[in-house]
């Protein structure tokens, strides 16, 4: 930590420093890109994973902060960048080095009103072209008037901007357009049988081949961290069901765990057990449910019922301990809300039983069919270089060879205990990513079975730590906790400052980071190949909308 | 076997008995006409079934149970509920062609069908071309396909149009050659020959390798030529929502939708026919009480026995396989199934010529 201290320190020697959980530090933004290209570049800090961009109003100033991972040294760095001007806030933009920034610089846009210089595409992300105001700044005006409900096509969707500092210090706009006059755009969505929800994709095609793809996200967006500021804690909690649907319990566990770490709670280790239990059910009903709908928008609708065919079954185990088989509820701060079901390691037991016969079935019907390989194999092209700039963590960055298992590179929860692989391919094409999940679902099953056992080794019946107070406030700090998710990683950052509500809650969601390269992943494939890719990659509009 | 042909002339002399000859040629025809669209609808009502059905299974479902006994009035109540439905108008499309595609595709289904035999003298119409005329009649569809996308002014349509002409012409040739493999092995072009040929042996066992071949290279390209899985591409649900008919609606999209099982059936009947001996029962030469015993089944039922044992293995792999990707499908064409076709034809001429069949 020193080390990084002293190389900042003589790169940036106005920067000032503070030790948290991990190295923090504050810049001037005249110096930031400067800093962030040694950041990228340099050996000795090598921070090449840029896990997020969480915009905050500190009503003096208005800034973000960048959370930085070394995938090498696995070392975590927090940068704050902050401007005092509310009218015109500005800073630069680190798009160029980590393409990640390319969306979520676009997120604080939107919601912060913050221009950054140097963004080779400065629009709105979730909100209407023609939304008054940024709805994540503290003096915002929610009064219904300024925004009504507008049923009118969204004006001038295509025009977006770059502004550019000249060499005098002045910044200058230029309009651009997203798709030239002349291209022929093929609008996929908000209502698409394939998108998998309401994301809006369009593409720029030549004849059969996809050029460009522009995806429009916000269709559901619902404002989860605005409203998270005026919820209390527990309250915020049942928002994480509800982002990606598909890792309710791991979402819910990591906005516990960030909660508990800010307090100092000990969870009861039979707690733990059971919420890494539920993980993982959660991780194998997700994959499943990714082999079902991958497969079906690849036209093979029989593959798809096979896999709901053992979801369900998942679901059921769900529906006795948590009394729900969507929206779960089931992780609360300080433990889970009630003890397990009596049936719930024999039933977790019968479906690890059945898991290997049926896994034999999926690639019988699909994997190892003629077709269904040359469709994926090949397509969609991801290297280990594009995940780490776009962040692409889980089974789609798994398969390009990245290492990027937060239960394996930052465990959490009882993970260090447990016997498991981390799978990873090379190829990175829609064959990788899909072959990641279906080898993942034979882990899920092998930590359920381990699991089961240290469940029923675990005596007594104290499934929520016993001081878990009535009133939560968190002390006057911020923190940041991660997870791995269904889909990937997945952060929680707080900022408190000591009230019963949270200053700032950002949910840092995988699924942006995906869909931010499906341009990447798609550019120079076929129209059935963005099926392909974007069923492979595998995104939950929820979680990009939040 | 009983010989339908005597019925139909009775009935023919019945009413050449009563009027001049051309008005009992204009009723036969009306008769004619009349049966064929009855039989043509109550089939395609059963396919529906059919394939509904069978998908069940293969999905480990039920399929529709609701509805009567087993679901069988489900497809009534769906046909009654397209028939109802309003024929949306949309702005700025092609008014005449967009109105005309359905038709244009009901009919090309609708002629090819009339040329099946249905068994031992239920034939509409036999000439020394009827199998150059079936093809003929079949390739029409692509037409109205065509038409339906281009006029319907959206995106979607005209990609699934588009593919949908690349992909009908490329998979006529394999349809085209591999019929022409057995009308080489048959020496006629006539459906009722081609039956009376197979009456000691159906053609699939009687041309050797090369008709096995020019079989399975059939069933490829007939499932391509309807636009069926894993060839669905003109409707690819999941990418171009439905394809060359989206922006059709009531009885419209109805024609669209018949017209696609129907083909399903004219393409397992002509198989049955170019192959499996049209109504001709199972013969096997020297086999006097065996081939007896087949004769007491009737031509009719051999003939849909058949087609629906080829529709199941078409359904079968529609409900199993992806979907391929164009540039494959176009492949498969043209750098497979199109060349092995060509020398397929080619060896049928030589064990012809050199008497090797069977």
Request: glycine share 8%; proline share 4%.
């Amino acid at each position: 930590m020193a080390n990084i201290q002293e190389t900042i320190s003589q790169l940036c020697p106005t920067a000032t420093f503070e030790q948290g959980e991990e190295l923090r530090v504050t810049v001037d933004d005249k110096q930031w890109h400067g800093l962030a290209t040694q950041l990228k570049e340099n050996a000795d800090l090598g921070f090449d994973y840029l896990v997020g961009i969480f915009g905050c109003d500190w009503k003096e100033s208005m800034g973000c902060i960048y959370y930085f991972t070394s995938t090498k040294t696995q070392q975590h760095l927090m940068v704050k960048v902050a401007t005092t001007d509310r009218e015109h806030p500005m800073l630069h933009s680190v798009s160029d080095l980590w393409k990640v920034a390319l969306f979520h610089e676009r997120e604080v846009y939107d919601l912060y009103g913050i221009i950054f210089i140097g963004h080779p595409d400065m629009r709105r992300l979730f909100l209407r072209t023609d939304w008054v105001g940024y709805p994540l700044r503290k003096d915002y005006d929610a009064n219904p008037e300024l925004n009504p409900v507008r049923l009118g096509q969204e004006p001038d969707e295509d025009a977006t901007a770059t502004y550019v500092e000249e060499a005098d210090g002045t910044v200058k706009k230029i309009d651009g357009k997203v798709f030239a006059d002349e291209e022929y755009v093929v609008n996929f969505g908000p209502q698409h049988p394939s998108t998998h929800g309401v994301m809006r994709l369009r593409a720029s095609i030549d004849g059969e081949t996809v050029l460009k793809v522009d995806p429009m996200c916000g269709y559901i967006h619902r404002g989860i961290e605005k409203l998270c500021e005026s919820k209390t804690y527990p309250q915020t909690l049942m928002f994480t069901d509800r982002m990606d649907y598909m890792s309710a319990h791991q979402n819910r566990h990591c906005l516990c765990l960030c909660i508990e770490k800010a307090l100092g709670i000990e969870v009861p280790r039979r707690a733990k057990i059971i919420r890494v239990m539920m993980d993982e059910l959660m991780r194998l009903s997700s994959h499943l449910l990714s082999y079902g709908c991958m497969t079906m928008d690849m036209g093979a609708t029989t593959a798809f019922f096979y896999g709901f065919r053992e979801r369900e079954e998942i679901l059921d185990i769900f529906e006795k301990t948590c009394g729900a088989r969507m929206s779960l509820h089931y992780n609360v701060i300080g433990g889970v809300v009630a003890d397990v079901h009596p049936d719930f390691i024999k039933d977790v037991r019968a479906i690890c039983g059945k898991m290997p016969a049926a896994l034999k079935e999926y690639h019988k019907l699909f994997t190892g069919n003629v077709i269904a390989q040359n469709r994926t194999k090949g397509v969609g092209v991801l290297t280990k270089e594009d995940a780490i700039s776009y962040s692409v963590t889980g089974p789609s960055g798994r398969a390009t060879g990245w290492h990027c298992d937060v239960r394996k590179t930052a465990p959490y929860s009882i993970y260090n205990e447990l016997d498991f692989e981390e799978i990873t391919e090379t190829a990175g094409d829609s064959f990788a990513r899909y072959m990641v999940r279906m080898r993942e679902i034979e882990q899920c099953v092998k930590l359920l079975e381990q699991l089961c056992d240290l469940l029923e080794k675990e005596p007594g019946n104290e499934y929520i730590a016993p001081k878990v107070p009535k009133i939560i406030k968190l002390p006057v700090g911020s923190w940041f906790q991660q997870v791995e998710a269904s889909r990937g990683a997945f952060g929680v950052y707080i900022e408190s400052t000591g009230e019963k509500s949270p200053y700032r809650m950002h949910f840092n969601s995988p699924c942006l980071n995906i869909v931010g390269s499906v341009d990447k992943a798609c550019s120079g494939y076929k129209i059935a190949d963005l099926i392909t890719i974007t069923a492979s990659l595998d995104y939950v509009i929820p979680d990009i909308d939040r | 076997m009983f010989d339908f042909g005597s019925i139909t002339t009775w009935f023919d002399n019945l009413l050449e008995s009563v009027m001049p000859s051309w008005a009992a040629t204009v009723i036969e025809c009306v008769i004619i006409g009349v049966v064929l669209l009855l039989v043509y609808a109550l089939l395609a009502i059963f396919y529906i079934f059919y394939e509904r059905k069978l998908c069940a299974w293969f999905q480990c479902r039920l399929g529709p149970m609701r509805v009567g006994p087993w679901g069988i009035l489900q497809v009534f109540a769906d046909m009654f509920k397209i028939l109802i439905k309003e024929l949306i108008r949309l702005e700025n499309i092609d008014r005449f062609l967009f109105a005309l595609a359905p038709y244009l595709v009901i009919i090309a289904s609708v002629v090819s069908f009339s040329v099946l035999p249905w068994g031992n003298g239920l034939q509409v119409i036999d000439f020394n071309i009827g199998v150059f005329f079936m093809i003929a009649a079949s390739s029409l569809g692509v037409l109205g396909i065509l038409l339906a996308g281009w006029s319907s002014n959206n995106k979607y349509t005209l990609i699934g149009a588009m593919r949908s002409g690349a992909q009908m012409i490329s998979y006529e040739l394999s349809v085209g050659l591999s019929i022409m493999t057995i009308v080489v092995l048959a020496g006629t072009m006539s459906v009722s020959e081609l039956v009376a040929a197979q009456a000691d042996g159906w053609f699939l066992f009687k041309g050797h390798i090369s008709a096995v071949i020019a079989f399975i290279i059939y069933l490829i390209a007939a499932t391509g030529e309807t636009n069926r899985g894993p060839f669905d591409l003109p409707e690819a649900e999941h990418e171009l929502t439905a394809g060359y008919h989206t922006e059709y609606s009531g009885i419209h999209f109805g024609f669209f939708y018949l017209a696609e099982y129907l083909n399903l059936f004219i393409v397992s009947g002509i198989a049955s026919l170019m192959f499996l001996g049209g109504w001709m029962p199972l013969h096997i030469p020297g086999w006097d009480g065996f081939n007896m015993v087949m004769d007491y089944i009737p031509s009719v039922v051999w003939f849909l026995g058949k087609a629906f044992f080829i529709s199941f293995i078409i359904i079968w792999f529609k409900w199993s396989f992806p979907r391929v990707r164009i540039d494959q499908l176009l492949a498969l064409e043209w750098k497979y199934l199109m060349p092995i076709g060509l020398f397929n034809l080619v060896l049928m001429t030589l064990l012809v010529v050199y008497g090797l069949h069977f």
